[in-house]
Each structure stands twice: as structure tokens, then as C-alpha cells.
């Protein structure tokens, strides 16, 4: 049974640093073609993707975050990590952590196919 | 960067079919995933690689892709199908996940 939890701050100053943490079990994150992504939502609107970390360490992000975001894994303890820099009251959101798994031979047939329960973050002095 | 469009809003009567849909460039080639989420609840997975369901999700949803428009279709709805849907691909000209903007489904 697969199942990811994410933790961190509830309650951020801007121009603060957010760390949040994924924590998982029921795969590897050593297994070809898994990978761990982050999506988050703000309050009423919809979802928006961040960041992917693969099993092979490989790391792709959102271009509009881009030059905010850092995504790590420390696979031994079944953890992944996301650090988002500079923190705004826009980024007050719901983050959830996702197992993606891929569906076919070849890629660009991978899914979210397990959520985490999210945690909300709100960016506020 | 690639985009997905869905309307904000959909409503169906009871035991009536909905169809959701998701419009991007030239959809057919990539792979369309769905995913509903209820009020205060995380998103769950209903649809993959266009049309095959999870175990788990009921045979009254299901997943298509022509052309422009991917459409997902939900069979005998009921009141418990109220939530938001969202479709999303893969842009590997990009590397993106990309998400549509999602659709309310209000069942009258």
C-alpha cells in the first residue's frame, strides 16, 4: 500500500525560505520509471504542478518557479524534500506530494496515482 | 508552454450523463489523466493514459482523446459525483506536468 505524507510549517514570514517534506512508503524511489511530484493549490483555485524528482535523481520544474524551487530526495529514509526561496502571500496554498508512475514503455504516460493528504501553508507576516 | 482549457462549470440532472472535456493542441498525442477532487479532500486519479481506470473507480467514468478535445464522460451521475475535475498531460517539448484549470461539476 503506497502512501505519502507531507509536513512542514504551517504559518511562513515572506521573503522567508519554505522547506516542506514528503514522507513515503510502499515503493522505492530506487525502481526505474517512479518518480515523486508536487502540486499545490490555493485556496479556491485550481491545481498547479511544481516539481518531479526521479528515481535516477533526474529534476524537472515548473518554468515559472523555476529559479524558487529545489527539489531533493533522500531515498534511504523514504523522504523528499521541496524548498521553495523568497516566499510570497501568493504562495499561501495547499502543497500535496504525488507518487507518479509511469503506464507504458517509452514515457509521457506517467500519472499521479497516490496522494499525499496535502498540508496548507499560509505566507503571512 | 502548452495549455489545457476546460469550462469552469458543468451542470447534469441526476442519472444523466456528463461530458467533461479538455481542450489543448493536437491532445490525441499525448496522454490525458484525469483526477477528481471533492471539498476538502486531495485529488484521486480517475482516468489514465487517456482512457483506462484505476482499480478501484467505477466503470461509469471513462476517458476518451480526438483531435483537440479529451473528454471525460460520467455515466448515471449522482449527488456524490459533485467535485471538481482536472485534466493533465505530460509536454515533453517542455518537461512540464501541466494541469487544466478545472471544472466544477454541480449535479442538479
Known amino acids: 500500500q503506497i502512501t505519502l505524507k507531507e509536513s512542514g510549517p504551517s504559518l511562513v514570514k515572506p521573503t522567508q525560505t519554505l522547506t516542506l517534506t514528503c514522507t513515503f512508503s510502499?515503493?522505492?524511489?530506487?525502481?526505474?520509471?517512479?518518480?515523486v511530484g508536487w502540486v499545490r493549490q490555493p485556496p479556491g483555485k485550481a491545481l498547479e504542478w511544481l516539481a518531479l524528482i526521479y528515481w535516477d535523481d533526474d529534476k524537472r520544474y515548473s518554468p515559472s518557479l523555476k529559479t524558487r524551487l529545489t527539489v531533493t530526495k533522500d531515498t534511504s529514509n523514504k523522504q523528499v524534500f521541496l524548498t521553495l526561496t523568497s516566499v510570497d502571500p501568493l504562495d499561501t496554498a495547499t502543497y500535496y506530494c504525488a507518487h507518479r508512475r509511469e503506464y507504458c514503455s517509452g514515457g509521457a504516460c506517467e500519472a499521479f496515482d497516490f496522494w499525499g493528504p496535502g498540508t496548507l501553508v499560509t505566507v503571512s507576516s | 508552454s502548452y495549455v489545457l482549457t476546460q469550462p469552469p462549470s458543468v451542470s447534469v440532472a441526476p442519472g444523466k450523463t456528463a461530458r467533461l472535456t479538455c481542450g489543448g493542441t493536437?491532445?490525441?498525442?499525448?496522454?490525458v489523466n484525469w483526477y477528481q477532487q471533492k471539498p476538502g479532500q486531495g485529488p484521486v486519479l480517475l482516468i489514465y493514459y487517456d482512457t483506462d481506470r484505476p482499480s478501484g473507480i467505477p466503470e461509469r467514468f471513462s476517458g476518451a482523446s480526438s483531435g483537440n478535445t479529451a473528454t471525460l464522460t460520467i455515466s448515471r451521475v449522482a449527488a456524490g459525483d459533485e467535485a471538481n475535475y482536472y485534466c493533465?498531460?505530460?509536454?515533453?517539448?517542455?518537461?512540464?506536468?501541466?494541469f487544466g484549470g478545472g471544472t466544477k461539476l454541480t449535479v442538479l
Open positions: 493533465q498531460v505530460w509536454d515533453s517539448s517542455s518537461y512540464q506536468v501541466v
Open positions: 510502499g515503493f522505492s524511489l530506487n525502481t526505474g520509471g517512479v518518480s
Open positions: 493536437n491532445i490525441r498525442s499525448k496522454s
